[in-house]
């Protein structure tokens, strides 16, 4: 059996997609804070919403031999804002202990936030019974909605002894160290209400569902990476949400349901100054391209439009990346950063099928998960 904080930084690593060498890393001491806002949806209903700010985190500056400015922070099992309840949003932050945004135009990256939950099955590669990967978010800081702003009556159910993983890797550009929190907005109502449907995220990838299919390695300057493979549930469902997470240099992403394009995301670029990142104002600044002013990933469009699946429907991904469009990031020897493409599709199912698919479901099997990690991380990427 592998040592616990090995585990984490596999996860880490997985969740991340860095394909960096895996190397164990202590737990952080985090002490999360908890705020109580006003929910925005389902307030008639009970809905709550609650910001926990985890940190401190303390990111070592780009100097730093070992890190080069990039850590990741583990909270296991990571505070959740409720238990027996459905978690129906959640959006993240990267901030300053002042609550302001920690952000490219001060040298300081949310490069990756996973969440997994290390007590049920992943859907999409179920066949090898991996942990559920819920999602990955970026710098973008997407926001999970699956009320879709109120019209849809689901979310994510948190059982009582769920163990909820949270990876956040961050990355400071800056010479000196830096210290940041990521806060999370959550919504979310207690038990598992009438009417509510529960959410099943499934990550799906061009790499393929067991993530064995390809590599995030530039496939040229312009390209369209595309899944081999497909996805196919096992259940009827409602497809409520469609939210993607890819990097610099991405123009477009889609998603097929039998080879009809159901999903369009379009990632928006340096929208606000804190997306813009400026060359070689740091004698060790990473090389984002040519021209002075860089513009980063600053959001990307999510899809909405419910679509009633079936068992046998097929479902496929492709990610269209140019550097001639938008420079890609670079690592600190100057490498490509490997590409992503990925979109977490919220299928909505009926309670208590769901429930009782959820109790009938095999402690996962972490083993095979890290095994897929190891065989990746000893490609060329
Ligand atoms: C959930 O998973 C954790 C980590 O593997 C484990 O310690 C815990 O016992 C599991 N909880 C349940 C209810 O199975
Ligand atoms: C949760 O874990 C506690 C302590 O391990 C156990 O007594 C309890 O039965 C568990 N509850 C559920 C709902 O699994
Ligand atoms: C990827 O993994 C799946 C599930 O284990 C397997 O069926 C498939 O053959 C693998 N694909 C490749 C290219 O190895
Ligand atoms: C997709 O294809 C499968 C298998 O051919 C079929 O059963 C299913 O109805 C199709 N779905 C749609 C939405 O056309």
């Known amino acids: 059996m592998m040592k616990l904080e090995a585990i984490l930084a596999v996860l880490c690593t ?54 080069h400015g990039m850590k990741t922070f583990q909270e296991l099992p990571a505070l959740m804002p409720c238990r027996e309840c459905l978690i129906t949003s959640y959006a993240p932050d990267l901030v300053f202990a002042d609550g302001k945004p920690a952000n490219a135009n001060r040298e300081m990256w949310l490069h990756h936030i996973g969440l997994s939950n290390m007590n049920r099955t992943d859907t999409a590669c179920a066949s090898r019974n991996w942990p559920e990967r819920i999602s990955v978010n970026g710098n973008e800081r997407s926001s999970f909605d699956m009320t879709v702003k109120g019209t849809q009556k689901a979310g994510y159910y948190v059982r009582k002894n769920d163990t909820i993983f949270l990876a956040t890797d961050a990355m400071n550009i800056d010479e000196k160290p ?6 999370i907005d959550y919504e979310y109502i207690e038990g598992t209400p009438d009417g509510f ?3 099943f995220p499934v990550w799906l990838d061009f790499k393929g569902n067991c993530l064995n ?19 196919t549930a096992p259940w009827s469902a409602n497809l409520i949400l469609m939210v993607p997470h890819t990097h610099d240099g991405n ?13 369009q995301n379009v990632p928006g670029y340096g929208e606000t100054a804190e997306f813009v990142s400026h060359v070689n104002e740091h004698g060790h600044d990473h090389d984002h391209g040519s021209s002075e002013h860089v513009l980063h990933v600053s959001s990307i469009s999510q899809c909405s439009d419910v ?30 950063e490997p590409i992503m493409g990925i979109e977490f599709l ?18 996962p099997n972490l083993q095979s998960f890290l095994d897929q990690v190891a065989e990746n991380n000893a490609k060329p990427h």
């Open 14 to 67: 997985i969740g991340a997609g860095l394909g960096a060498a895996v190397t164990p890393q202590q737990a952080t001491n985090s002490i999360p804070k908890v705020e109580i806002l006003e929910a925005k949806n389902f307030r008639d209903l009970g809905a709550k919403r609650a910001r926990i700010t985890y940190g401190p985190y303390v990111v070592p500056g780009s100097e730093d031999a070992t890190t």
């Open 178 to 183: 830096q210290t940041v929190y990521l806060a």
């Open 197 to 199: 449907d529960i959410v």
């Open 213 to 231: 299919e390809s590599t995030g390695a530039w496939q040229g300057e312009a390209f369209e990476a595309k899944s081999k493979t497909s996805f």
């Open 251 to 263: 123009t477009k992403q889609e998603v097929f349901l039998n080879g009809t394009s159901i999903c």
């Open 307 to 336: 679509i009633k699946t079936n068992p046998r429907d097929r479902f496929t991904i492709s990610s269209t990346y140019s550097m001639k469009e938008h420079p890609a990031m670079k690592d600190h020897d100057g490498s490509l």
């Open 346 to 363: 919220h299928f909505a199912r009926p309670r208590d099928e769901a429930i009782k698919d959820i109790l009938a479901m095999p402690e």
